[in-house]
């Protein structure tokens, strides 16, 4: 699950007000990136590494643009997945720079940001640049072969067959061991019961693996990147056996 959440004083903004924030004067220990720079740099890697073009962007700004947050989601084709690049950065000290990618990424205002594929960190001193490239340059190959095995997954889970009462009995297991609580759990056996979504309506292992998922949107924002991380190995077992 990909998303941006802006609920601690930041503002939606476009990609032209955050590249028209004025970017301070370095010090002798301090060199802030532009954000423009590090924006463009990701289209760039997207495009020519990835070969794959930003479907969608979106940006957000703090404390008078002293913060700036970032996601952009990139056009794979797919309707159901999706693979993504997060990134934070300020002009003020406050924020490292960071990128975050994967199928699953999650940007937040309250300096929350992961990746399920990776997160890279570097803070504002000598050689910033150079060196955060190269962090993101080293990681972003390895993202598209995640979200790849991703996909194959998603087409054997859609391949497997789950009548209704394998799926209650998997969930049962899903409680016990710690994978869905009470209140996700009551989400999760509603939605295999009666799917709220008509494509989730056949019997197969990917319309409980997306009832599993329904029930995990409730919880911990910064906690839901690991949730969906550990429902995605508990569903790979269930293909394994």
């Not at 703090?62 to 952009?72: E, P, S, T």
């Not at 950065?89 to 994967?102: E, R």
């Not at 939605?191 to 997306?210: G, I, Q, T, V």
């Amino acid at each position: 699950m990909t998303s941006m959440m802006l609920h601690c004083g930041a503002s939606e903004v476009t990609r032209a007000q955050v590249e028209a924030v004025p970017i301070p004067t370095p010090t002798r220990t301090w060199h802030p990136l532009a954000y423009g720079q590090s924006i463009s740099f990701l289209h760039d890697q997207a495009e020519r590494v990835l070969g794959l073009k930003v479907a969608n962007e979106r940006y957000g700004l703090n404390q008078d643009g002293k913060q700036m947050f970032a996601l952009l989601t990139l056009d794979t084709g797919s309707d159901e997945t999706a693979l993504a690049l997060g990134l934070r950065n300020s002009y003020n000290k406050t924020l490292k720079n960071c990128c975050a990618g994967g199928q699953s990424v999650f940007v937040c205002d309250n300096l929350c940001i992961s990746g399920s594929s990776f997160m890279v960190m570097r803070k504002n001193t000598k050689n910033v640049w150079r060196d955060f490239r190269n962090m993101i340059t080293a990681q972003i190959r390895g993202a598209l072969k995640n979200y790849e095995q991703v996909q194959r997954d998603t087409a054997r889970m859609k391949a497997t067959p789950c009548h209704e009462q394998r799926g209650y009995s998997i969930l049962g297991v899903a409680v016990g061991n710690g994978l869905l609580t009470p209140t996700q759990a009551s989400v999760a056996f509603g939605d295999w019961r009666k799917p709220r979504h008509e494509a989730f309506a056949e019997r197969n292992l990917w319309s409980l693996y997306n009832a599993v998922t329904e029930g995990l949107k409730k919880g911990s924002a910064a906690r839901m990147l690991d949730r969906h991380a550990a429902a995605h190995d508990f569903f790979s077992e269930r293909l394994a056996s």
